[in-house]
Each structure stands twice: as C-alpha cells, then as structure tokens.
C-alpha cells in the first residue's frame, strides 16, 4: 500500500512539454483515474510514477518519500501496458509466472497464484499456449494477470481494456473494481475512456494539454465540470454544446440561444459574469426531451433517431447546432420532422466560450 | 441481395474462422455483424469482397453464385480495418482515387471529396500525407474512401474502432443518415452493442465462426435465442440468476438463494422446459429493467450490494445472490453503500427464462 504525491512535475521531451507542471494527492488505497484523449500527458505521469521515465522537474513522493531518484524496480509498482508485451517463446503460464519467479517466490505458491489469477481472468485454458495465437483482447487479459499477480503496493494500468467488446468491458472492468476493494491496492488507471473512469474510480483526474483540468469524484466531474473540456469529454452520449450571449436581466442574468431567452438561475450567476457575449451554454441529453412544456423550448429538425431499445438517441438540428436528446424508447420521431426540444434550466451549464476554442484547437 | 450458402473457411490446417454459415444481405439493409474479437467478422467480409475464398459452400449474388467472380469485378467498397491507404498520395488524392478510376470528371470529384470530407470532419486535412495523422484520422480517410463512390454494397470493417467516442458518437449518426440517402447496401462489424443496435436494419451475431442470432434490433435485445446473445447484446450486459422454477396459480415461482421473486412469465412457460435431470435454470433480466425495490413491493429478490458502478447519468449495483451477482440500476443521486443488503422488484415485463442456456420464455417487452 502506498499514497503518491505529485509536486509541480513537468516532463519535457527536448523541447515538447508534455507535463505542465502538476500536482497530486492520491491516499493510500485509493483507486484514481486518469481520463485524457491522447497526447494529453497522461501515460507520461503515470510512467514517471512507475519510474520509466526521468522527471524533469519538480518531484513525486511515494509513502512521502521523495522516489525520483528510485529504480523502477525498488517502487514496487506493477503496470500492465497497452502495448501487453508478451514474452513469445514461452508459455501463458510462464508469463504470468514471470515477475513471481523473478521474486524468487516459492514453487507452490507460485502454481497457486498463477492459476488463482487464470481463474479469474477466464485464462485457465490457454495456459499451456504461446503467445502468438492469442487473440489481443486475450493478450491483454494475459498483461492484466501478468501485473496483478505480483500484489505490488500501487497498481498502474495502461488503458488494460480497450480493444475488447461490450461485454468483456464490464466483466474486465468489475473484475478490477473487485479486486480493488478485496485488496484495497492504490490504483491509477489511465485511460481515454470516460465511462471507463467513472465506472471504476473512486476520483477521476481529467487532463489536457499536460494539465490536470479537473480532479474530483466521477459525481462531480459529470455533474460539475469545471470547465468545457471536461464537460465535453466526461459523458456518454456526449454532452451538447450551443453558442450562447449572456445579459443583465434585472438583478440576475439571462442567456440567449438560438434565438431564444433563458432566465438563469442564482446557480449559473457567477459562471454568467464571465461569460458576456462570448458564451458556451452545455446540456447532457439525458436533461433534454421532446416536448413543450417547461421555461425553454426550442425548434428542431430531427436528423436521426438510433432506437438502442432500453432508449433512443433523437439526433436534432437546432439552428447550426445539432443536438442528442435522450428519450423514451416509443419516442419515435422520423426524419426532417419538426420538433419542440425542452431545455431543463437545472442541469444547464454555462462556460467562456474562449476557454473551448482553446481546446478545440489543442484537439485539431 | 447476397446470400452466403454454408460457408466454411478453415486457415491452415486448424484455425476454422467460420463454421458453414448462412447469412442473407437484403438489398439496401444496413447489416452489422456484431461479435466479439476472432468471431470470423473481417471473414465475412473478405469473402464478400471476393478477397478470401470460402474454403466450402457458395457466396450469391441474386441468385446466381459469384465465386468465381474476382474482387474488382464485384463493385463492392471496402473499409479495412487496418486502413490499407495510399501512403504517396495526400488526403484528398486518396479520397478522390475510386472516382477517378471511374472516369469521373474534376468538378464532380472536388464537390464529392468536400462533401465526404465535411461530414468526416477531415476536411483541414485533404493535403496531408496519411503518415502524418493519426489512427482516428486515418480510419475516416479509409471510411471516405470507401463511402464516396456509388457501390453495389459497402463492406465496412469496424470503421469507427480508433474514434474517440465522441467522434463515434457523432459519424455514427451521419453513417446512419448517409446510408438511407443512398439507399446503400451495408455491412458493418462492430464489438460494440451499442453501435449494433443503433445503426443496424438487422444484426447478426457471430460467435466462434457460428451465427448465434441474425434479426432486427429489438428481436435481438427481447428476444434473445440463448444466453450469449442475451449477454452480448444491450450495454450494460443482462444478468443472470439461477433459479427452481415451479407453478403458483397462473404464474412461475422462482426459488432462489435471495428469495422467491415475483416474476412476469406466464405459468405455461413452466411447460417449454424440457425434462432434463441437471438442468441449468436460469431467469435473465437488464439492469434498467428492475428496480431497487420500495417497502411496499412484494416478492422481491434479496442480495448484498458487492460493488457499485458509476455510469454518469445513472449508477449500478452489482448485488450477489448464491453464486451469482446480478446488476440493477438506480439513481445517480440515490445513496447506496458496499455490503448493504438490498431488495430488487421485478416489473412485469422482466424477466427471460433459459434452459442449459436456451431462451425457452421471454416476458413480453412494454412497447
């Protein structure tokens, strides 16, 4: 077990700054995620937790002992790769045997934890394979078992679980979480993968462009979003964005979209003083329906509708933003229908607009 | 309309990647064929193409079989999962390459490249070097190369696979409405249920080189075959419970570890089961199809909360009950803690009974 901390950590690769400059607590024990597309500096913290890479400035404290200077191996930190770099020549067994034998852990206990860790990866009956066949969701389960047999005292994974489908997403995905709580271990899981963070982690740092942008638990990073990127990334289907002008209205604010007027409420007040002319209003589209009830109400034209069966995706153009309201499963509107779209004002977020050109730019 | 005819295909002496297949592609249906990694997916495909030939059985086209017909004569556009483009040509020249081998003229090329390329949001991009972009970027040059041209079918191999997911999200919708506006004819693999169920006219289920299931969206979610397409498709994946069935009245009793829920199949659901000593029971259910259950609701199931999944918008218990552990959904912001035992109500349109993982009765879905 072990806490890690970050002090103004910058890595810079020649004159590339990957890592701006961050800092971060993780306690002991705790599972955190960190979410960022890619280029985003998040694989180059955490190979700086693990020790693979050098800090160029600024520090990282495990059990509050300064580590910078530490081999990666005297971390006792285990990572499983995205890149599950298997050893070719030598059997699924051997590999997840690997790190047990190089710790010159007794024979039994080795048979024992390699079959235990097989067990629950659904691994058993390749063990006696090579490599070579295996299918790479297959290999990434063997990288997975690979890590986490040697009960390390942090945990780093490396996108563990992408390439896989729906379902062996969530097996893979609880199996972690259990794991986690079984043993408690300090986890960071870096991922670009949103539902994947908010799933598993007990607090989700979002980063872009080498900076943290948010750090918080998956209920605040969905509901509170500190600011157009993390609003934009975090949420499935993606949040919807519309260009929106702020104004006095009385002693509070309102804003203006698409042609429309919005009293804000005391909530958004002092997001609205930033704002001005210059404004970004956010909605998930589960906080949106068809429908003409309500303060907001807004024209549409349907572009499709995706019936997924427990609920349909309504795509809807607005103006010159295209929408996605989340509804009912008999909400069936076909397309170029004209439709009412009502906004519910308590779930509406308001940011700089300048503040998303800035990352629209990073992303292009 | 293309008809695959017992396909087998064996690579090598051992690996068989399909396992004497049927598959229809009706005219102008949009078919995904949905299946987890090494399911003969991108086989399927290949032999559509005309690229892979089937080791035995018939590929037809209205009809009249195509074996011998080679892939350049088929008229069918290809999106490879590995991209295969033009490394020596720009972005725009790699877009523009199927209609210029069709003889078509400048003006018609540029309006169809800033049309394909709009849409892809590759537009800032059509004089860059493949080399030079990145996976999801060279994924929707390979979609567009593949969409631009009027084709006979489109065969596209998990094309959206390197998006990030609000590009997914986003191209998904426009691959939805570009596909009704050609009236094209589509096959699309996916390992995403999601992605199945939104784009598909129809989607066939491949497991293990074998079609488990091949019907529309909703047939597939209501009325599952067996336990793997159960399983398979729907995100979050179903749940599975084992139970003792027995008749009650005009109804199926269902004894289990947690209790004895009350449950939606009719008593004569009880009949379909065959009389096999041993038999795996089980009864099958969604996550948002049940409900934490209220002190008022009878006949609930009972189990401890094991873990607990964040989804946004909405949360998941994961609860054990004997040897298994079934999913419920509840509120995001309704407080539930880890060990705390729970009660789950069954709706009336709940719950899918399997045998040795054979659907035998399935609740009929509210809609």
New interface residues.
């Given amino acids: 077990m072990a806490s890690i901390r970050a002090e103004n950590l910058v890595k810079r690769y020649g004159a590339f700054r990957a890592v701006h400059g961050i800092n971060f607590d993780i306690a002991d024990g705790e599972f955190v995620a960190i979410l960022g597309?890619?280029g985003c500096g998040k694989s180059s913290t955490m190979r700086m937790i693990a020790g693979l890479e050098s800090i160029t400035e600024g520090a990282i404290y495990i059990d509050g002992k300064r580590a910078n200077e530490t081999r990666a191996r005297d971390r006792n930190v285990a990572m499983s790769f995205e890149s599950y770099a298997l050893y070719p020549t030598i059997t699924i067994y051997e590999n997840i045997a690997f790190p047990l034998r190089s710790a010159a852990i007794e024979g039994r206990e080795i048979d024992r934890r390699v079959r235990d860790i097989a067990e629950k990866m659904e691994l058993t009956s390749l063990l006696d394979l090579k490599p070579h066949g295996l299918?790479?969701?297959q290999a990434q389960r063997v990288g997975l078992a690979r890590a986490l047999v040697r009960k390390p005292s942090v945990f780093l994974l490396d996108e563990p679980i992408s390439?896989?489908?729906?379902?062996?997403r969530?097996r893979m995905?609880?199996f972690i979480?259990?794991l986690h709580?079984e043993f408690n271990y300090t986890m960071i899981y870096v991922t670009?993968?949103?539902?994947e963070a908010?799933?598993?982690a007990d607090r989700v740092m979002v980063m872009s462009d080498g900076e943290i942008q948010q750090m918080a638990t998956?209920?605040e990073v969905?509901?509170r979003p500190r600011n157009a990127f993390v609003a934009?990334?975090?949420?499935?289907?993606?949040i919807n964005f519309v260009d929106c002008r702020v104004r006095r209205d009385g002693a509070g604010w309102a804003a203006e979209f698409e042609g429309q007027r919005l009293v804000l409420p005391e909530r958004l007040h002092r997001a609205a003083e930033r704002v001005g002319d210059d404004g970004l209003a956010a909605i998930?589209p589960?906080f949106l329906s068809i429908g003409s009830s309500g303060p907001m109400v807004l024209q549409g034209r349907v572009?499709?509708t995706?019936?997924?069966?427990?609920q349909n995706?309504i795509?809807v153009d607005i103006g010159e933003s295209?929408f996605?309201i989340?509804a009912h499963?008999?909400v069936k509107p076909v397309?170029d229908e004209v439709v009412p779209v009502a906004i519910d004002p308590d779930h509406l977020l308001l940011f700089p607009r300048s503040e998303a050109k800035k990352f629209e730019d990073l992303a292009? | 309309m293309y008809e695959l005819k017992a396909v087998h295909k064996r690579y090598g002496l051992s690996k068989v990647a399909l396992r004497k297949i049927d598959l229809v592609v009706r005219d102008r249906e949009f078919l995904v064929i949905y299946?987890?990694?090494?399911a003969g997916k991108s086989t399927v495909l290949n032999i559509l193409a005309g690229i892979t030939r089937p080791t035995s059985g018939d590929v037809r086209r209205d009809g009249v079989s195509i074996l011998r017909i080679p892939p350049e004569r088929r008229d069918a556009a290809m999106a490879f999962e590995n991209y295969a483009l033009y490394s020596h040509l720009s972005v725009g020249e790699n877009l523009a390459f199927p209609l210029r081998a069709r003889g078509l003229g400048g003006a018609e090329i540029d309006a169809r490249v800033k049309r394909i390329s709009g849409i892809l949001g590759i537009g800032?991009l059509l004089d860059r070097r493949p080399g030079l972009l990145?996976g999801g970027q060279r994924q929707r040059v390979a979609l567009g190369r593949a969409i631009i041209r009027p084709a006979d079918i489109y065969l596209l191999d998990e094309p959206v696979g390197h998006l990030?997911?609000?590009l997914r999200?986003?191209i998904?919708?426009e691959l939805?409405?570009l596909a009704?506006d050609l009236s094209a004819t589509v096959v699309f693999t996916t390992?995403?249920?999601?992605e199945a169920?939104?784009?598909g006219d129809r989607v066939a289920v491949l497991n293990q080189g074998r079609i488990e299931q091949a019907g529309t969206?909703?047939e597939l979610?209501?009325r599952p075959a067996n336990a793997f397409v159960a399983?398979?498709v729907?995100?979050?994946?179903m749940s599975f419970l084992s139970v003792t069935p027995s008749r009650d009245g005009d109804r199926i009793a269902f004894a289990t570890p947690g209790g004895m829920p009350v449950a939606a199949l009719p008593a004569n659901a009880v009949e379909t089961l065959r009389d096999e000593p041993g038999s795996k029971i089980q009864i099958g259910f969604?996550s948002?199809e049940v409900r934490l259950a209220g002190p008022d609701d009878a006949g609930t199931l009972r189990g401890r909360v094991?873990?607990i999944?964040?989804?946004?918008?909405v949360k998941i218990a994961?609860v054990g009950i004997g040897d298994d552990q079934v999913s419920v959904s509840f509120p995001?912001d309704q407080r539930l803690s880890?060990g705390e035992t729970v009660a789950i109500a069954f709706p009336r349109d709940a719950v899918h009974l399997f045998q040795n993982a054979r659907a035998v009765a399935h609740a009929a879905p509210r809609?």
């Fill in positions: 597309p890619s299918s790479s969701g390439h896989l489908d729906t379902r062996q969530y995905r609880r979480k259990s709580q670009h993968d949103q539902e908010l799933a598993l998956p209920d969905y509901a934009g990334f975090v949420g499935e289907p993606p998930r589960h572009f499709v995706e019936e997924l069966q427990d995706l795509f295209r996605t989340v499963p008999s397309r292009a | 299946g987890p990694a090494g800032h990145s990030d997911a609000k999200h986003k998904r919708a939805k409405a009704e390992t995403s249920s999601r169920l939104a784009l969206p909703e979610y209501h399983s398979f729907g995100d979050p994946p969604r948002n094991d873990v999944e964040n989804l946004g918008y994961l995001a880890i809609l």
